[in-house]
């Protein structure tokens, strides 16, 4: 009878996991399908190349080609450098022209042609070596020098993280850090561990009485996160730092989640805003799935909330590949429909399907 017992185990066990790699399988396509429909649908997308929304994209794109190693991923990507010699927008300290160049280093890694590269190092050390006093209040002057909006959180300091990780003797470090700090003293709410859009949201309240917690800025900042510190030594002063919030807000991400595994607009009232919201559910997923992966998140409920946030972004993929129920272009919570996509969704659920294929 024993025998019997430990047969019947063995043969679940294998069952469930070769299942388990159909499933890895049938991701991998899925993420494959969007990622290829978006390429195809890339000469219909009306933002500039070099856009913050193309920028996210781009940063899914290549760590996507990285994980896949298909020759299609990098090809596109170089396309689009090389139609703009590796440069950005004219906005030299504007966090949103930077974000393309998380794309441009990443390139450099793979394939270390300098001319990826000197234009990142020219505009980030030019804006290091001539920092901005502007206040971090939109509407103050010269405003979007500084990362006054959460959103920039995500979009900068990735690429500092990286540029430590090739040139650690130019202390890029020290400057981001400085921002970075300030912008979260300016923007997080240390009750909510959620951070406001822009000072502006601060006394604003949802139609239930809740505080106006974007979904998608902090989607930003929570995948931004792991980013950053994937590129930072451990033995980093403010590794710490940033571990701490990422801890903190992966267990406010957690309670916002609903029942089908989906964030919204607004996190604190999503019954004022149903549908589901894909660009912020994306990122959320990313960033729990690379906590657990990593072994920081270490309790059943974040690996749950990864598994479901997933099962539901693969359920509003459109047939065709097309990502749907992502909130257009905003700087606050709006409704959304099925048929809402945008080149920034399917950046942030290429980095959730990386690390879904991951988890084991």
Known sequence: MKRVL??????????????????????????????MWQIDHYAKVKHHDLAWTNGVLFRGMVEWAYYTDDARYYDFLRKIGEKHDWKFLKRLYHADDLVVAQMYIRMFEKYKEEAMIRPTIARVDSVVANPS???????????????????????????????????????????????????????????????????????????????????????????????????????????????????????????????QGSWHASLLDPSSYPAPENSASGFFTYGLAWGVNHGILK????????????????????????????????????????????????????LAGIEMLEMK
């Open 133 to 259: 006093t502007a206040r971090l209040w939109l509407g103050a002057k010269r405003w979007s020098e500084r990362w006054s909006w959460c959103d920039a959180l995500f979009m900068a300091p990735p690429v500092y993280g990286l540029l430590n990780r090739l040139y650690p003797e130019k202390h890029y470090l020290d400057f981001m850090d400085r921002e970075f700090k300030e912008a979260t003293d300016s923007l997080y709410d240390e009750e909510a561990y959620l951070y406001y859009r822009d000072r502006r949201y601060i006394p604003k309240r949802e139609r239930n009485g809740e505080k106006v917690f974007w979904g998608r800025g902090n989607g930003w900042v929570f995948a931004g996160l792991p980013l950053l510190l994937e590129t930072l030594p451990k033995g980093h002063v403010t590794y710490q730092y940033y571990l701490n919030i990422y801890k903190e807000m992966a267990d406010a991400v957690v309670r916002c989640q609903d029942k």
């Open 299 to 350: 309790g059943k409920k974040y690996k749950k909330a990864a598994l479901q946030g997933w099962k539901a972004l693969k359920s509003y993929v459109h047939e065709d590949g097309m990502l749907g129920y992502v909130q257009p272009v905003s700087a606050a919570p709006e409704q959304v429909t099925k048929n809402m996509t945008e080149v920034y969704g399917v950046g942030a659920f290429l």
């Open 6 to 35: 430990i047969l019947i185990l063995a043969l679940w066990g294998f069952l469930f996991t070769a299942a388990a790699k159909d499933n890895k399988e049938e991701d991998r396509k899925l993420i494959d399908k969007v990622a």
